[in-house]
């Protein structure tokens, strides 16, 4: 069975500090890994996503995680984060075509970001 | 396109009540979920279906019935509501055979208090 490990369950930021939140996965099979965001009294969004090819893969609003086979992590990063950037963050894993698309979440981390 | 619809937004039960907590998707995807999200807990999985007429079991699934007679729709529903079913609770939907699209999409979700 898939597991989702993500370390930090609250991360306290400063407006325009560089974040990283981390996220371990413990799977047999490969993978896809995927990065939600929840913004308060609301559903999840989709983030980012790695299914193959690049190890680094990047949203639109400024956050990049890397996935690293050898050490089971997809962690997510930023390099200046905003006010608005406060939600919870969840870390997501599912098995590729073969498997189940129904996807296996971490317990969240909450970013919160001062001013 | 509306995506994944989840009635009723909020819902107060009483101790012992049932009722169904109602999701469709007009995605025409194949799998659908449920979790319930609890603080700390991040999201679990309480059933799933990979197809009409196909439905499992996930993670957390004592007191709760599914059914799935049409691609649509996924009803979940709650036998005698208790108190430790009190949640918030996501209704999800993922991959179209037709489609590259490998990521869940969620529902704004049904926050359940059980009295």
């Known amino acids: 069975a898939q597991s989702v490990t993500q370390l930090d369950s609250q991360v306290p930021v400063f407006e325009e500090a560089p974040v990283e939140l981390r996220c371990n996965y413990s799977?047999?099979?490969?993978?896809?890994l995927f990065w939600y965001v929840q913004y308060p009294n609301q559903g999840l969004q989709l983030l980012l996503k790695y299914l193959s090819g690049s190890t680094l893969v990047e949203s639109i609003n400024g956050f990049e995680a890397e996935f690293n086979k050898s050490q089971t992590s997809f962690h997510l990063r930023k390099p200046s984060v905003h006010i608005s950037d406060t939600a919870e963050y969840f870390c997501a894993v599912s098995d590729k075509p073969g498997g189940s698309y129904i996807p296996t979440f971490g317990r969240g981390t909450s970013l919160i970001v001062h001013p | 396109n509306a995506g994944v619809t989840q009635t009723p937004k909020f819902q107060v039960l009483k101790t012992g009540q049932s009722m169904t907590l109602q999701c469709a998707q007009d995605?025409?995807?194949?799998?659908m979920s449920w979790y319930r999200q609890d603080p700390g807990m991040g999201l679990r999985l309480i059933h799933y279906s990979v197809g009409a007429g196909i439905t499992d079991q996930g993670e957390v699934p004592n007191g709760y019935n599914v059914s799935r007679s049409t691609t649509e729709d996924f009803p979940l529903r709650l036998l005698s509501a208790a108190p430790s079913q009190t949640s918030v609770y996501f209704c999800a939907s993922s991959y179209s055979p037709t489609g590259l699209n490998t990521e869940a999409f969620f529902g704004q979700g049904t926050r359940l208090t059980v009295v």
């Open positions: 995605m025409n995807h194949e799998y």
């Open positions: 799977s047999s099979v490969s993978v896809y």
